[in-house]
């Protein structure tokens, strides 16, 4: 039983959406490894919005009722509560080591309560000593040449699949963005979701230089996601006072990146726009000139914030059908982020909210789930990513870790876990980018210690 959210649960207790659904991660992967039934708990909206992945066995076999609401198909009986077992790993101590779920530590009850923000399939299989490999490779299909963050999305894939509320609550934030002529097909396929203008991201990649614009598709609309996380400074009024430094690009001398604890991204605002700009041309959208390009006002006059944010008209003669989507949690970001973008259509949310900051409140749950399952529809994903970590006890330990990171530099990955399990959830690590010089993601990173996501850390967390 993986707790999402349960009613009575105090601020800080599972973390944001993106900790709650790394978590969920090795919730599915345990179950599946032990074979026992996959249950989440979770508040109104995450109930409404998704339920488990079922596909019935035969054409014959009527559709059953899954959901998280109602328990009854999984034979879940109220006198197991009795005797289960609460284990809490969230933010776990130093050796806490029942929190990997390496083994069936709690094979003796029949219910396990699980609270967790962290991924250890990487740990599951890089950890020698556990002996664990054949059996990942068994259950799992997982060896040491996998993509671990496309067998996450997998996993994840199975626990939470979106309900035809979800695709109206979608539909619904579109049309709150008084944005016309947007096809709305754009997130009508789950299975189809992900276009790329009658190209391949490779072949756009390799062979733009190569191909005129107007040979590439021009009738497509390309979804291109960003999130721009500020941190948790933009719900508390004190730090966040217009401009806060750490959510927009001032000058070169107050910008000094947003950092998340030994995480730091330089990547601004202003990157992740004009990275979009770019792949808008990229897929035909034209050229954009320099004197198209809009020009960030000067900083503001006695205290006033406004001017850094004044949309510029200069893009009137913008022409392609492609839609940008902004995902942020501080409005300031967004804005910003805005003045900057040569689109017409433009997704975004007049108001942003955190799950664990904003107690119960429904709709910002509801909020915050339709935004991230939008990020994980886009055709790409612009996102923070980490350009340093300061030397933790967090970090892999590299002599043990060598052989299965065969040698190569620790790669660039999503500073937040937001967008990062968006990426996974999408299940094509291909389509993300980097702020500053719109740099791909390598799908290697899977093999390294970051974030949440657990290999073989000096200190087990």
Same mark, same amino acid.
């Given at each position: 039983m993986f707790v999402v959210q349960e009613p009575g649960q105090l601020a800080g207790l599972t973390g944001g959406?993106? @900790?709650?659904?790394?978590? !969920?991660? #090795?919730?599915?992967?345990?179950?599946?490894?032990?074979?026992?039934?996959?249950?989440?708990?979770?508040?109104? /909206?995450?109930?409404?919005?998704?339920?488990?992945?079922? *596909? /019935?066995?035969?054409?014959?076999?009527?559709?059953?009722?899954?959901?998280?609401?109602?328990? +009854?198909?999984?034979?879940?009986?109220?006198?197991?509560?009795?005797?289960?077992?609460?284990?809490?790993?969230?933010? /776990? $101590? $130093?050796?806490?080591?029942?929190?990997?779920? @390496?083994?069936?530590?709690?094979?003796? #009850?029949?219910? &396990? $309560?699980?609270?967790?923000?962290?991924?250890?399939?990487c740990r599951w299989l890089v950890e020698k000593q556990l002996g664990l490999g054949n059996e990942i490779k068994r259950i799992l299909g997982i060896d040491e040449?996998?993509?671990?963050?496309?067998?996450?999305?997998?996993?994840?894939? &199975?626990?939470?699949?979106?309900?035809?509320?979800?695709?109206?609550?979608?539909?619904?934030?579109?049309?709150?963005?008084?944005?016309?002529?947007?096809?709305?097909?754009?997130?009508?396929d789950h299975d189809q979701h992900r276009r790329t203008a009658g190209v391949s991201k490779k072949d756009i990649n390799t062979k733009v230089e190569n191909k005129p614009d107007e040979e590439l598709s021009k009738n497509e609309q390309l979804l291109i996601g960003i999130h721009f996380r500020c941190g948790d400074s933009s719900f508390h009024i004190n730090d966040n006072t217009p401009p806060n430094p750490q959510c927009v690009y001032i000058s070169n001398t107050t910008w000094k990146g947003t950092s998340f604890r030994d995480d730091l991204s330089l990547d601004s605002p202003l990157d992740l726009a004009v990275c979009a700009n770019n792949l808008a041309t !990229?897929?035909?959208?034209?050229? *954009?000139?320099?004197?198209?390009?809009? *020009? &960030?006002?000067?900083?503001?006059?006695?205290?006033?914030?406004?001017?850094?944010?004044d949309h510029n008209v200069l893009f009137k003669n913008v022409n392609h059908k492609h839609v940008v989507y902004i995902a942020s949690d501080n409005i300031q970001s967004t804005q910003q982020i805005i003045s900057r973008l040569f689109f017409k259509n433009i997704l975004n949310q007049p108001k942003s909210c955190h799950v664990d900051e904003d107690g119960h409140a429904l709709d910002c749950a509801t909020s915050t789930l339709t935004q991230w399952f939008l990020l994980s529809l886009s055709?790409?994903?612009?996102?923070?990513?980490?350009? +340093?970590?300061?030397?933790?006890?967090?970090?892999?330990?590299?002599?043990?870790?060598?052989?299965?990171?065969?040698?190569?530099? $620790?790669?660039?990955?999503?500073?937040?876990?937001?967008?990062?399990?968006?990426?996974?959830y999408s299940l094509d690590s291909d389509n993300v980018r980097f702020g500053a010089g719109c740099t791909t993601m390598n799908e290697a990173i899977g093999h390294f210690s970051h974030g949440n996501w657990i290999c073989l850390p000096h200190m087990f967390y």
């Amino acid at each position: 039983m993986f707790v999402v959210q349960e009613p009575g649960q105090l601020a800080g207790l599972t973390g944001g959406l993106g @900790d709650r659904l790394s978590g !969920l991660i #090795t919730a599915a992967a345990y179950s599946i490894r032990i074979n026992r039934t996959l249950l989440v708990v979770g508040e109104a /909206p995450f109930e409404d919005l998704f339920v488990p992945y079922y *596909v /019935p066995s035969s054409s014959a076999q009527p559709p059953r009722n899954f959901t998280y609401k109602d328990w +009854s198909w999984s034979n879940f009986d109220q006198k197991y509560t009795k005797d289960m077992h609460w284990e809490r790993c969230v933010n /776990p $101590k $130093k050796n806490h080591i029942a929190c990997a779920l @390496d083994y069936d530590y709690f094979h003796d #009850t029949i219910a &396990l $309560k699980f609270y967790c923000n962290r991924t250890y399939l990487c740990r599951w299989l890089v950890e020698k000593q556990l002996g664990l490999g054949n059996e990942i490779k068994r259950i799992l299909g997982i060896d040491e040449s996998a993509d671990l963050y496309e067998i996450a999305g997998c996993l994840l894939r &199975l626990a939470i699949h979106p309900t035809e509320l979800m695709w109206k609550s979608l539909k619904k934030l579109v049309k709150e963005s008084n944005v016309r002529n947007v096809n709305l097909d754009i997130v009508n396929d789950h299975d189809q979701h992900r276009r790329t203008a009658g190209v391949s991201k490779k072949d756009i990649n390799t062979k733009v230089e190569n191909k005129p614009d107007e040979e590439l598709s021009k009738n497509e609309q390309l979804l291109i996601g960003i999130h721009f996380r500020c941190g948790d400074s933009s719900f508390h009024i004190n730090d966040n006072t217009p401009p806060n430094p750490q959510c927009v690009y001032i000058s070169n001398t107050t910008w000094k990146g947003t950092s998340f604890r030994d995480d730091l991204s330089l990547d601004s605002p202003l990157d992740l726009a004009v990275c979009a700009n770019n792949l808008a041309t !990229l897929h035909g959208a034209g050229v *954009v000139t320099a004197h198209q390009q809009p *020009v &960030l006002p000067p900083p503001p006059v006695n205290g006033s914030h406004h001017s850094h944010f004044d949309h510029n008209v200069l893009f009137k003669n913008v022409n392609h059908k492609h839609v940008v989507y902004i995902a942020s949690d501080n409005i300031q970001s967004t804005q910003q982020i805005i003045s900057r973008l040569f689109f017409k259509n433009i997704l975004n949310q007049p108001k942003s909210c955190h799950v664990d900051e904003d107690g119960h409140a429904l709709d910002c749950a509801t909020s915050t789930l339709t935004q991230w399952f939008l990020l994980s529809l886009s055709d790409y994903i612009i996102t923070q990513g980490v350009d +340093s970590a300061m030397p933790t006890a967090y970090e892999d330990i590299p002599e043990r870790m060598q052989e299965f990171q065969k040698g190569i530099a $620790k790669p660039k990955f999503p500073i937040s876990a937001f967008s990062r399990t968006a990426v996974v959830y999408s299940l094509d690590s291909d389509n993300v980018r980097f702020g500053a010089g719109c740099t791909t993601m390598n799908e290697a990173i899977g093999h390294f210690s970051h974030g949440n996501w657990i290999c073989l850390p000096h200190m087990f967390y």
